[in-house]
């Protein structure tokens, strides 16, 4: 806790102790020993009493013996005159009151209270320092970690295999280094930079190396931070954090999934009570972008995986006008990034590097760093003396799959079933030109799904023509063919594959204009996360919409079933290959052809 308020919270605590310690004290004759009322009168009357002090309702008076007693005088009685009657000398004292102080201390102390305990749940989860290697900020401040020049290890090395986006950058480091040198030349230093891409591919570490070259501080934060369930506290803690990095300029200040505060105004789940505070705190952000000059020698980076609905006001000039894509990798890049992943682990000489990244597609920056991770977890489990090509490809498959469920418990019917499905889709893939070439096929439970059969794409795809999409709506179905074919029946196990079936299909008429009847237009549909409405369609398109998406999967439906009715021998094979080995690779299943085609 910060060490002003732990400091107040104990002098409170002090306060209050010697505060009732003094009331307890003054009040000392109500630990008097107390006797009745009726006792007290037989003592007036014995007239062995000779003086008394009365306080409010109460009577003190001594015993013989010395001790103090006090007694209660009921309200409605004559214990005045008795006394009088009795010669008792009474004197009246006024009863004590509770001090001003003590009184209004006690009235707000329950306020007192909820303050603490709202202050301290502002503190929650902020000021942690994770590894040691971040600061947490001030108490009920901006929440950002702090990582100094000294602690900051990620150097532009660490990143690997998108290159173009570093060379965007790279004069941002230069800037930082010497910032006196560019502001001299009067050259415009982009204040705000937003790096949108995929999750996991080195949008954070790319701006930690940045600081990580330049030497230094950097503030990271994350967009949801901001956005609490106090109202007006993330436009404060927008305000914080610009005004800590102005006091440690040069700096870079970093705000992951700006999209949490940046989203497009008027999108935002309906209803949803975040939306004025979201708004607040977005504001606050442009403001605060909007009063930087040059001279303040912060740079303000972004990061967003969901680029499409920012609020186009945050990309305006001199706010984050500056927008850097970091892609996927390509083959190239994967390799790169599972060379640097591996300079610390110990490799195998066989291992080549090439091989897995062409096997690993679509795989980011973070999937690549996990699968070397994994691979040298699976090393010293099995103590094995380093990584070798054998546990890259089971560490991969463990990564793109998730781990294996060897524990399910399926019955052999299901097994069957699940073999001859996997099969469907594998001959179907195999037989035809334009599918994407068959990888591996497995019937070992993985994640949600029973079975899996892996394709790898020869090259990358940037773009994919219709043929390649009419063979994946081939592929797709022939599982579900397969069980018709085979079993003569229709399970649950081929849901997924419809949906992705139904799903390239409508996109393929409405997107890609893939549909000569109903032309190469595009027909958007609504989309929520942006608040983008669909596109109105007149009765007869969304017909003609639905008879094309239909025909479409038809056709592929055909030739699905043509094909592996006509190979049915080769369906069989392969799907008593899978109940034999649970998995099968490409050369398995070429094999399996050739000695069938042989027959
Ligand atoms: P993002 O911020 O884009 O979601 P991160 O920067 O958090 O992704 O990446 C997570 C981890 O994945 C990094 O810490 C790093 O280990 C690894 N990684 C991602 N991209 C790369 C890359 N281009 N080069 C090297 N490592 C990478
Ligand atoms: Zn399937």
Known sequence: ?????????????????????????????????????????????????????????????????????????????????????GNVTIQAEEPPQTPWFLHTLLSWLPLLFLGFLWLFSLRRGGGQTPGGSGRALAFGKSRARLINPEESKIKLDD????DE?????????????????????????????????????????????????????????????????????????VRDLFNEGKKRAPCIIFIDEIDAVGRHRSAGGAGSSGNDEREQTLNQLLVEMDGFDANDHVIV????????????????????????????????????????????????PGVNWQVIARG???????????????????????????????ILEAAKDKVLMGAERRSLIITDREKRITACHEAGHALVAWMLPGADPVHKVT???????????????????????????SATLCTLLGGRIAEEIVFNQMTTGAGNDLERVSDIARRMVCEWGMSEAVGPLTFKAANPLSGQPGQILSEQTAILIDVEVRKLVQTAYDTAR??????????????????????????????????????
């Open 360 to 390: 690993t597609p679509g795989f980011s920056g973070a999937q690549l760093a996990s699968l070397v991770n994994e691979a040298a977890l699976m090393t010293a489990r099995g103590n094995r003396p380093a990584i070798t090509m054998a």
């Open 562 to 599: 043509h094909l592996l009715t006509e190979h049915r021998g080769l369906l069989d094979a392969i799907t008593a290959a899978l109940l034999e080995r649970e998995t099968i690779s490409r050369d398995e299943i070429e094999a399996i052809v050739r000695t069938g085609a042989a027959n």
């Open 159 to 162: 990143v690997a295999g998108i």
């Open 443 to 469: 019937i070992i439970p993985r994640g949600r799904a029973l079975g899996l059969t892996m394709q790898l794409p020869e090259e990358e795809r940037v773009s994919h023509d219709r043929a390649y999409l």
């Open 165 to 237: 986006a570093k060379e965007e950058v790279a004069e941002l480091i230069d800037f930082l280094k010497k910032p006196e040198k560019f502001t001299a030349a009067g050259a415009r230093i982009p204040t705000g930079v937003l790096l949108y891409g995929e999750p996991g591919t080195g949008k954070t570490l790319l701006a930690k190396a940045i600081a990580g070259e330049a030497g230094v501080p950097f503030f990271s934060i994350s967009g949801s931070n901001f956005v609490e369930m106090y109202v007006g506290i993330g436009a404060s803690r």
């Open 1 to 85: 806790m910060h060490q002003f308020y732990k400091n107040l919270s104990i002098w409170l605590l002090v306060a209050l102790a010697v505060l009732l310690l003094f009331h307890y004290c003054k009040q000392s004759p109500e630990r008097a020993h107390t006797v009745s009322y009726t006792e007290f009168l037989k003592k007036v009357d014995s007239g062995l009493l000779a003086n008394v002090t009365v306080v409010g309702d109460t009577v003190l008076w001594k015993n013989t013996d010395g001790t103090l007693i006090k007694t209660v005088v009921p309200q409605a009685s004559d214990a005045l005159e008795r006394l009088l009657r």
């Open 301 to 348: 980076i972004a990061a967003t995986n969901r680029q499409d609905i920012l609020d186009p006001a945050l990309l305006r000039p001199g706010r984050f006008d500056r927008q850097v894509m970091v892609p996927l990798p390509d083959v190239g890049g994967r390799e790169k990034i599972l060379k640097v992943h591996a300079r610390t682990a110990k490799i195998d």
